[in-house]
């Protein structure tokens, strides 16, 4: 398609989602599925990421969740409700249980709590003393709606519990829907159960919410502390005991196989239920190891989300280029003749790499059969090779830039073999694809977070030449902004407010936001908290010493080969500290009012049952600090398996107290 058409398609795909957003939101009564909406969002998101020049302020990229409707109080949730991470084969669960004993540094026994992820509206409900006293939809995942009223017309729901082992202080979660039979009479209201879920919880008037035969299955909990119950399966028992409804197809399952299994053989029968249903739900089954492993930024480390089958088409590649990112790698991406994949048209599919393009011999003018899964990129599975034409030639990818620069492949010293991906190497900003890229990367969410600077600005004001490096964002001529088609003084003014709230920011987000390769938000952290400022993060760079970097616990030769490659170019430095000298940066800020406040911690041997990322959370998560080497600083050694002997030989002689890892441990309770 060409650029016209591909802005008039995507302002189409606005107009669409806004039109749903006023439906679902301010009206109450929305018109197509949960499953379509995100569809139609996911398709925005894809366009914006293929075509950079694409950006609306309606754009779902602008927000994370829903946002709770003006037409009901506000609640902050105790614990957030995040979602959960998707698995749709063998693999992707292999990984996800790959992943929780590296975090545990143990290969320990796993059972798994299986519970059908039921296709509805998520509430959460709170219970003090057995009475229900709040009931909240999911909003933002943060902060929900109020709808405790029409969640007491729900029969499912007690308002009321006596049993004597109910917690006094509880929040219960789970799924409001409308089964199938019951939707047959609201069909002419509602366009599916689920929106007949959700139109009725969000009544205003909770007499309209009660005409609706909705119902609750419940299925955790949020905020709920107990020494009794030790598996969620306890839990799902439990519940119902206290006299809630939970699904007749819970069970428990040891292995992957048998998760695989179990999986393959529901999905057949998914469809004789009673309920729609988009996939099954893992969760460790024990609550102990719930609590180590935790939470990353956006869901649970001891739960996933297994997807029911891709869906798939046939369609025929158009024409083949070549995306540059920021850290200079080389995406290929297939035009394809627009197909319509489980109600997305999709005209983009990715090819990941050279090597793909081989492996599969992808050529242009093929018929190749697309996949699209859940949040995952369209990308072509197979050549049908029947309909190739006879004259087709082999696809050869570019081995230069688009910047001109020679291509590379990295050596990976660890495998012994070229990576997958050709790189334009880090050159700094003088190749104008990875500059742009990296200045999107510096405004983005999770670097400086500069509202109303989105990537299709950046990009306008590079061809106008009014940006060429980060800081130029901090110089820039608004009375020049302001005389440009579609900047009014509103939007002017917004900018500059955006951009000089964005001059307060914290250091390990300064980092992350430098786009160093192999530096994301985690790594920034670790040298945040280790240089403690910017000055001293610079002056580590000036006097060469970022081998030192090595005595951080989670930082290693990647890292520290990357950071030297980076600062080798000595343009990197100066934008550095140009920035530096715009910018407030401020240090991470640490909770100390932990129990393992004012106290130092060092590691030495291995741990038991335990890795060094987890107990590195631990110290922090009680207002304790890490440090890398013996000095007069540390206050405890600890000693794991087989120590180093001349860190305890030196923590002696300073009067270091050591600990063995129960000591430690004893500390916490």
């Given at each position: 398609m060409k650029e016209v058409e591909i802005k008039k398609y995507y302002n189409k795909k606005i107009n669409e989602i806004k039109k749903h957003n006023k439906l679902y939101f301010d009206k109450s009564s929305p018109q197509v599925s949960d499953k379509e909406y995100d569809r139609i969002k996911k398709e925005i998101l894809d366009l914006e990421k293929k075509y950079s020049y694409l950006k609306s302020t309606s754009s779902p990229s602008h927000s994370l969740g829903f946002a709770p409707s003006k037409n009901f109080i506000k609640s902050n949730h105790r614990v957030k409700m995040l979602s959960l991470s998707n698995a749709f084969d063998k693999n992707d669960l292999e990984n996800f249980e790959k992943k929780i004993f590296n975090y545990l540094n143990k290969k320990v026994e796993i059972e798994y709590s299986v519970e059908p992820k039921i296709d509805g509206i998520s509430a959460s409900l709170t219970y003090k003393d057995g009475l229900l006293v709040l009931g909240t939809s999911r909003g933002d995942g943060v902060i929900g709606e109020v709808i405790t009223e029409n969640l007491k017309t729900i029969s499912d729901i007690p308002q009321e519990i006596s049993n004597k082992d109910f917690p006094k202080d509880i929040d219960i979660r789970g799924e409001v829907f409308i089964t199938k039979s019951n939707f047959s009479n609201l069909k002419n209201i509602f366009a599916n159960p689920r929106n007949a879920a959700s139109g009725s919880l969000r009544q205003k008037n909770s007499e309209q919410t009660r005409k609706i035969p909705l119902n609750f299955v419940a299925y955790t909990y949020g905020y709920f502390e107990s020494k009794v119950i030790k598996k969620q399966s306890e839990f799902l028992s439990s519940l119902k005991k206290w006299g809630f409804k939970t699904s007749e197809y819970n069970k428990v399952l040891k292995t992957i196989n048998e998760l695989e299994?179990?999986?393959?053989?529901?999905?057949?029968?998914?469809?004789?239920?009673?309920?729609?249903?988009?996939?099954?739900?893992?969760?460790?089954?024990?609550?102990?190891?719930?609590?180590?492993?935790?939470?990353?930024?956006?869901?649970?480390?001891?739960?996933?989300?297994?997807?029911?089958?891709?869906?798939?088409?046939?369609?025929?590649?158009?024409?083949?280029?070549?995306?540059?990112?920021?850290?200079?790698?080389?995406?290929?991406?297939?035009?394809?003749?627009?197909?319509?994949?489980?109600?997305?048209?999709?005209?983009?599919?990715?090819?990941?790499?050279?090597?793909?393009?081989?492996?599969?011999?992808?050529?242009?003018?093929?018929?190749?059969?697309?996949?699209?899964?859940?949040?995952?990129?369209?990308?072509?599975?197979?050549?049908?090779?029947?309909?190739?034409?006879?004259?087709?030639?082999?696809?050869?990818?570019?081995?230069?830039?688009?910047?001109?620069?020679?291509?590379?492949?990295?050596?990976?010293?660890?495998?012994?073999?070229?990576?997958?991906?050709?790189?334009?190497?880090?050159?700094?900003?003088?190749?104008?694809?990875?500059?742009?890229?990296?200045?999107?990367?510096?405004?983005?969410?999770?670097?400086?977070?500069?509202?109303?600077?989105?990537?299709?600005?950046?990009?306008?004001?590079?061809?106008?030449?009014?940006?060429?490096?980060?800081?130029?964002?901090?110089?820039?001529?608004?009375?020049?902004?302001?005389?440009?088609?579609?900047?009014?003084?509103?939007?002017?003014?917004?900018?500059?407010?955006?951009?000089?709230?964005?001059?307060?920011?914290?250091?390990?987000?300064?980092?992350?936001?430098?786009?160093?390769?192999?530096?994301?938000?985690?790594?920034?952290?670790?040298?945040?908290?280790?240089?403690?400022s910017i000055k001293n993060f610079l002056n580590f760079i000036k006097n060469k010493k970022l081998n030192d970097f090595l005595n951080i616990d989670g930082i290693g030769e990647t890292q520290i080969n990357s950071l030297k490659k980076f600062f080798e170019n000595k343009s990197n430095y100066k934008i550095i500290e140009n920035l530096s000298s715009l910018l407030n940066i401020s240090d991470l800020k640490i909770n100390k009012n932990g129990k393992l406040s004012n106290n130092t911690f060092m590691f030495t041997g291995k741990l038991t049952n335990m890795s060094r990322a987890e107990a590195k959370s631990l110290i922090e998560k009680n207002s304790g600090s890490v440090v890398s080497s013996v000095n007069k600083k540390l206050k405890y050694l600890i000693i794991g398996e087989k120590p180093t002997n001349r860190k305890v030989e030196q923590a002696k002689g300073l009067g270091i107290k050591i600990l063995s890892q129960k000591e430690w441990l004893s500390l916490l309770d």
């Amino acid at each position: 398609m060409k650029e016209v058409e591909i802005k008039k398609y995507y302002n189409k795909k606005i107009n669409e989602i806004k039109k749903h957003n006023k439906l679902y939101f301010d009206k109450s009564s929305p018109q197509v599925s949960d499953k379509e909406y995100d569809r139609i969002k996911k398709e925005i998101l894809d366009l914006e990421k293929k075509y950079s020049y694409l950006k609306s302020t309606s754009s779902p990229s602008h927000s994370l969740g829903f946002a709770p409707s003006k037409n009901f109080i506000k609640s902050n949730h105790r614990v957030k409700m995040l979602s959960l991470s998707n698995a749709f084969d063998k693999n992707d669960l292999e990984n996800f249980e790959k992943k929780i004993f590296n975090y545990l540094n143990k290969k320990v026994e796993i059972e798994y709590s299986v519970e059908p992820k039921i296709d509805g509206i998520s509430a959460s409900l709170t219970y003090k003393d057995g009475l229900l006293v709040l009931g909240t939809s999911r909003g933002d995942g943060v902060i929900g709606e109020v709808i405790t009223e029409n969640l007491k017309t729900i029969s499912d729901i007690p308002q009321e519990i006596s049993n004597k082992d109910f917690p006094k202080d509880i929040d219960i979660r789970g799924e409001v829907f409308i089964t199938k039979s019951n939707f047959s009479n609201l069909k002419n209201i509602f366009a599916n159960p689920r929106n007949a879920a959700s139109g009725s919880l969000r009544q205003k008037n909770s007499e309209q919410t009660r005409k609706i035969p909705l119902n609750f299955v419940a299925y955790t909990y949020g905020y709920f502390e107990s020494k009794v119950i030790k598996k969620q399966s306890e839990f799902l028992s439990s519940l119902k005991k206290w006299g809630f409804k939970t699904s007749e197809y819970n069970k428990v399952l040891k292995t992957i196989n048998e998760l695989e299994s179990f999986h393959k053989k529901f999905e057949k029968d998914r469809f004789d239920l009673e309920y729609d249903i988009d996939g099954l739900v893992y969760k460790i089954n024990n609550l102990e190891l719930q609590k180590r492993l935790g939470f990353t930024a956006n869901s649970p480390r001891w739960a996933i989300a297994h997807k029911f089958s891709a869906d798939s088409a046939y369609s025929k590649i158009i024409d083949i280029n070549i995306q540059v990112g920021r850290t200079g790698a080389l995406t290929p991406v297939a035009r394809i003749k627009p197909v319509n994949i489980g109600g997305v048209v999709v005209s983009n599919a990715t090819l990941h790499n050279e090597d793909e393009i081989i492996r599969k011999d992808i050529r242009l003018g093929d018929t190749v059969k697309v996949e699209r899964a859940g949040d995952v990129i369209p990308h072509v599975v197979l050549v049908d090779l029947k309909k190739r034409e006879k004259n087709s030639k082999k696809f050869i990818f570019p081995k230069k830039c688009p910047c001109g620069f020679e291509t590379i492949k990295e050596y990976n010293k660890t495998t012994k073999k070229y990576d997958a991906v050709r790189r334009c190497p880090d050159r700094g900003f003088d190749c104008e694809k990875i500059a742009v890229e990296k200045i999107k990367h510096f405004i983005s969410k999770e670097a400086l977070n500069i509202d109303g600077l989105g990537k299709k600005v950046v990009e306008k004001f590079w061809d106008l030449k009014l940006i060429r490096f980060p800081q130029d964002i901090f110089n820039l001529d608004y009375e020049q902004i302001s005389n440009l088609e579609g900047w009014g003084d509103l939007s002017v003014s917004n900018l500059k407010y955006s951009i000089d709230k964005s001059k307060n920011v914290s250091l390990d987000r300064f980092l992350y936001s430098i786009g160093i390769r192999h530096i994301g938000i985690e790594n920034a952290k670790l040298l945040a908290e280790y240089t403690k400022s910017i000055k001293n993060f610079l002056n580590f760079i000036k006097n060469k010493k970022l081998n030192d970097f090595l005595n951080i616990d989670g930082i290693g030769e990647t890292q520290i080969n990357s950071l030297k490659k980076f600062f080798e170019n000595k343009s990197n430095y100066k934008i550095i500290e140009n920035l530096s000298s715009l910018l407030n940066i401020s240090d991470l800020k640490i909770n100390k009012n932990g129990k393992l406040s004012n106290n130092t911690f060092m590691f030495t041997g291995k741990l038991t049952n335990m890795s060094r990322a987890e107990a590195k959370s631990l110290i922090e998560k009680n207002s304790g600090s890490v440090v890398s080497s013996v000095n007069k600083k540390l206050k405890y050694l600890i000693i794991g398996e087989k120590p180093t002997n001349r860190k305890v030989e030196q923590a002696k002689g300073l009067g270091i107290k050591i600990l063995s890892q129960k000591e430690w441990l004893s500390l916490l309770d």
